[in-house]
C-alpha cells in the first residue's frame, strides 16, 4: 500500500475568496475525486485546529495499492484540475509519499 500525504499553506485571499471558501472548495473537489478514480483506496481531509506560525492548514491523505495506481490518480484529468485550482490559492506545499 502506498500512502501519499500533502500538507498546504493557502493564501488568505485568492481567486476572489478567503482562505477558507478556497479550503471547502479544495476539500469539495477532491472528495469528487473518490468516485471518478478508482485507484484511489482510501481520501482523508484534515484542517488545523493550532494556527501556529509553523502549522499548515489543511493535510490530504490518501492511500493506494502501487505507485502505478498513485500515478494514474495524479495524471488524471480530473485530478489535474483539482491540482491547478490549489496552485493559485495556496503558498506552500509539502508532500511525503511512502509505503505501508
Not at 471558501?21 to 469528487?32: C, G, T
Not at 485546529?49 to 502501487?66: G, K, Q
Not at 488524471?76 to 503558498?91: A, F
Amino acid at each position: 500500500m502506498i500512502r501519499h500525504v500533502v500538507l498546504w499553506k493557502f493564501k488568505e485571499e485568492a481567486m476572489g475568496k478567503t482562505k477558507v471558501e478556497n479550503m471547502q472548495i479544495v476539500r469539495d473537489s477532491l472528495f469528487a475525486l473518490l468516485p471518478i478514480i478508482p485507484e484511489i483506496k482510501l481520501m482523508e481531509i484534515d484542517c488545523d485546529i493550532s494556527h501556529t506560525e509553523m502549522s499548515y492548514d489543511m493535510m490530504l491523505t490518501t492511500e493506494f495499492e502501487s505507485v502505478e495506481d498513485m500515478k494514474i490518480y495524479a495524471e488524471h484529468p480530473s485530478h489535474q484540475k483539482v491540482r491547478e485550482y490549489v496552485k493559485e490559492v495556496r503558498e506552500a506545499r509539502v508532500v511525503l509519499d511512502c509505503e505501508r
